[in-house]
């Protein structure tokens, strides 16, 4: 039998030798061929304490407990107070998961099909993407979207705009996560990703060269922003 994963309440029926919920047809003669409304708590009760009654049947049902569904099965109910107990914990509904929040990334570069391009990546895999073009506007944005990480091209209106830009916003913010990226490397055929010093001035966590493939663009980032653990 599939395994149900809602809240239920169910008896053991010796005419069909099963368990069966209040609201299936039943050839049982207290049941008369008519369907219980569980919406009606008392009408339900009473049917499923005279099954119980009756037929010595016992009672299983399951319901939600702080988010986590609890099966349990009753061989015996005292009475009709006990098993309006079970019923309004079955009828309780299950609280809904918390949603996800979504992590916010503020990308910045003065190239619109890379802001496009690379937003449709982050969207793709559950970031919510703010843009910005310029350094002025990433500031503005910076303090009114309050990313969790920002990520920087290094040369917009200046050949160093992403280097300033990155040691203004760590000044001010010491732990929000910042990448640069920068196409420098590829232009100059210097490597700039492993320049600690660089990193150590601008005050950057990583930088990067362009281009710089999806899945590395994605794992560095989740790295940048997961939970940093206690030492």
């Known amino acids: 039998m599939e395994k149900k994963t809602a809240s239920y309440i169910r008896v053991y029926c010796p005419e069909l030798m099963a368990m069966i919920s209040p609201g299936e047809w039943t050839d049982c003669p207290y049941f008369r061929g008519q369907k219980l409304d569980m919406s009606k708590t008392e009408e339900a009760l ?67 099909d890379f802001l496009e391009m690379h937003s449709a990546v982050l969207t793709h895999r559950g970031y919510h993407v703010i843009t910005a073009q310029s ?23 200046q050949f160093d705009s992403g280097f300033k830009l990155s040691k203004a916003i760590k000044e001010k913010h010491h732990d ?41 663009f994605i794992d560095e980032i989740e790295k940048l922003i997961a939970p940093k653990k206690k030492s």
């Open 46 to 112: 009473k049917q499923i304490f005279r099954c119980h009654v009756q037929c010595d049947s016992k009672i299983q049902y399951q319901y939600y407990d702080n988010g986590k569904l609890v099966e349990r099965v009753e061989e015996s109910v005292e009475d009709q107070d006990s098993l309006r107990r079970i019923l309004s914990l079955v009828m309780k509904p299950a609280k809904p998961e918390a949603k996800k929040k979504e992590k916010k990334v503020l990308l910045v570069d003065d190239d619109v």
């Open 176 to 216: 929000l996560p910042v990448m640069l990226l920068t196409s420098i490397g590829a232009q100059t055929g210097l490597e700039f990703s492993s320049n600690q010093d660089l990193l150590k001035t601008t005050g950057a966590d990583i930088l990067l060269d362009k281009p710089v493939s999806p899945k590395l």
């Open 135 to 157: 350094s002025k506007e990433c500031l503005d944005k910076l303090e009114k979207a309050k990313p969790d990480v920002v990520i920087l091209d290094v040369m917009m209106e």
